[in-house]
């Protein structure tokens, strides 16, 4: 089966950093999705990681970790448009490449 | 237009009625998808398309009929529905199954009263 915890909320402040974190256990591994979900929209891609290390967009970056089971999304330069749902989603093995969602992380950012 | 849309954004139907959901896709993609969203839940992968054939159902009562009639466009017939189906229901598509990122619609929210 397949096993993703992320915290169930967190809150910032505008301009700082954040760190969300996913840790997982599935049956084989075929890559690490996040998306962002504002409320009452479409979830929307952020990053992609199947291999160890951290992939920087912008003021998004995502760290994997394979032996540890463990990813997580930095947000740097918060703003208030940042204030959404964060999903992980982990790609297993087996033949089946449908990535299985973590309930998703509610990010709240105050002035 | 480009993108996944689905119509209609907003339903409030009575567990004896019968609706459908429409979802297209105008990116060129292989494979659909239709989620449910539950408060507190996880996404909740209901069924994948490839090609237009159904390649995955995830034990969804029967009462959720999907369609495929070409690459672009995805049904899903309601009937008979219970509140707890209640939800957000997302499509999304991707290049092929499973193997490439998925692009989701805005959802419809249902209601059943």
């Known amino acids: 089966g397949q096993n993703i915890d992320q915290p169930t909320e967190m809150t910032a402040t505008e301009g700082a950093i954040v760190q969300i974190n996913c840790t997982y256990q599935?049956?084989?591994?075929?890559?690490l999705f996040w998306y962002q979900q504002h409320a009452g929209e479409a979830p929307t891609f952020l990053s992609y990681?199947?291999?160890?290390g951290l992939e920087e967009k912008g003021r998004f970056s995502s760290f994997l970790s394979r032996s540890k089971g463990y990813s997580y999304l930095l947000l740097k330069e918060l703003q208030m448009k940042d204030s959404a749902s964060y999903l992980c989603?982990?790609?297993?093995?087996?033949?089946?490449?449908?990535?299985?969602f973590g309930r998703g992380t509610s990010l709240i950012v105050h002035p | 237009e480009t993108g996944v849309t689905q119509t209609p954004r907003h339903l409030v139907m009575g567990m004896t009625n019968k609706k459908s959901l429409k979802c297209e896709q105008h990116?060129?993609?292989?494979?659909m998808y239709w989620y449910k969203q539950s408060a507190k839940k996880p996404l909740e992968l209901m069924f994948v398309?490839?090609?237009?054939?159904?390649?995955e159902n995830n034990s969804v009562p029967s009462r959720f009929s999907p369609e495929c009639p070409n690459s672009s466009h995805l049904f899903l017939h309601l009937h008979t529905l219970q509140p707890e189906d209640s939800a957000l229901y997302l499509c999304?598509?991707?290049?092929?199954?499973?193997?490439?990122?998925?692009?989701f619609g805005p959802g419809t929210r249902l209601l059943v009263l």
């Open positions: 599935t049956s084989g591994f075929n890559g």
């Open positions: 990116l060129g993609h292989n494979a």
């Open positions: 989603a982990v790609r297993g093995g087996g033949g089946s490449y449908i990535p299985t």
């Open positions: 999304a598509s991707s290049q092929d199954r499973g193997r490439e990122t998925q692009y």
């Open positions: 398309y490839s090609l237009e054939e159904r390649v």
């Open positions: 990681n199947v291999l160890d």
